[in-house]
C-alpha cells in the first residue's frame, strides 16, 4: 500500500504560479511511477503528467507542456507540479497516483494509488 497525501492548492490569478505536492508514505516510493491528473466540474479525470521512477523520463498532456513540470525528490518520497503561466482553463482538483512501473501512463486505470486530490482555482 501507498498512501499519497495533495497539498498545495489554493486561488491564483491567471498568469501565476502554483506548486502543488505530493508526499507518500508506505511502500517504496522510487519504485513508482508518479502522475498527476485533474478533474474539472462535469468533466472526467484527465493525464496531466507523469515522471517515470527513475526521474529522468516525463511526459506531459499537450495543454500544459512548457508551461508544468513534474520533478520528484525520492529522497523526501515527494513528487511536485510546478506550474506555471497558469489558466483559468486549468481550474481543477488536482490528484497524485501511483502506477507500477512501465505502465500506459496516460490511463487512469493503470494508476492504482491515489490521493484525495487537491483544488487549484484560477482567476481570469
Known amino acids: 500500500q501507498v498512501q499519497l497525501v495533495e497539498s498545495g492548492g489554493g486561488l491564483v490569478q491567471a498568469g501565476g504560479p502554483l506548486r502543488l505536492s505530493c508526499a507518500a508514505s508506505g511502500r517504496t516510493f522510487s519504485g513508482y511511477d508518479m502522475g498527476w491528473f485533474c478533474q474539472a466540474p462535469g468533466k472526467e479525470r484527465e493525464f496531466v503528467a507523469v515522471i517515470r521512477w527513475s526521474g529522468r523520463v516525463a511526459y506531459y498532456a499537450d495543454s500544459v507542456k512548457g508551461r508544468f513540470t513534474i520533478p520528484r525528490d525520492n529522497a523526501k518520497n515527494t513528487v511536485y507540479l510546478q506550474m506555471n503561466s497558469l489558466k483559468p482553463e486549468d481550474t481543477a482538483v488536482y490528484y497524485c497516483?501511483?502506477?507500477?512501473?512501465?505502465?500506459?501512463?496516460?490511463?487512469?486505470?493503470?494508476?492504482?494509488?491515489w490521493g484525495q486530490g487537491t483544488q487549484v482555482t484560477v482567476s481570469s
Open positions: 497516483p501511483a502506477a507500477d512501473p512501465g505502465g500506459s501512463y496516460y490511463d487512469l486505470h493503470a494508476y492504482h494509488y
